[in-house]
């Protein structure tokens, strides 16, 4: 956290948008390049992705003091459910050259996830348990003085 401004408070789900990644169309298939500059405004230092999610079930369900992150469907289609105390938001993704980017402070939950579906997950900070708050009671805590 760092910089003294509680992220609970003045993250808006208005703040999370969808970008267009640099892609390059070629008659033998596309390409799509994701680097940490330009489009993403973050450095990037952690990848990973998800896959084989049973239908009907949801991943995420969990918020961040400080971390950064850019959603990609790379493959299938799924849901971003966004949440940031007092607005909630609804993003389906399902181009593998676009991302959500989801902003410190706000609640995500996905789900509606197609057969096949895989979500790369860009992260501007490793792997910290202390960053996230997965209590939706606890969440709801710390955005409470913008409601």
């Known amino acids: 956290m760092g910089t003294g401004v509680n992220p609970y408070l003045t993250s808006s789900v208005d703040n999370c948008r969808v970008i267009e990644l640099e892609r390059h169309r070629h008659v033998n298939g596309n390409l799509t390049v994701v680097e940490d500059h330009g489009a993403v405004p973050f450095k990037i230092r952690r990848t990973y992705y998800l ?9 995420g369900g969990h918020s961040h003091y400080a971390l950064y992150q850019l959603v990609v469907a790379i493959s299938g289609s799924f849901d971003v459910v966004l949440d940031d105390g007092v607005k909630q938001r609804t993003v389906t993704l399902n181009r593998p050259y676009q991302g959500l980017i989801i902003t410190p402070g706000i609640w995500r939950v996905l789900n509606n996830f197609t057969s096949g579906a895989v979500c790369m997950v860009l992260a501007s900070e490793h792997y910290d348990e202390s960053d996230y708050t997965r209590e939706y009671s606890d969440f709801l805590e710390l955005t409470q003085s913008k409601r």
């Open 51 to 59: 896959y084989d999610i049973p239908g009907g079930e949801e991943r």
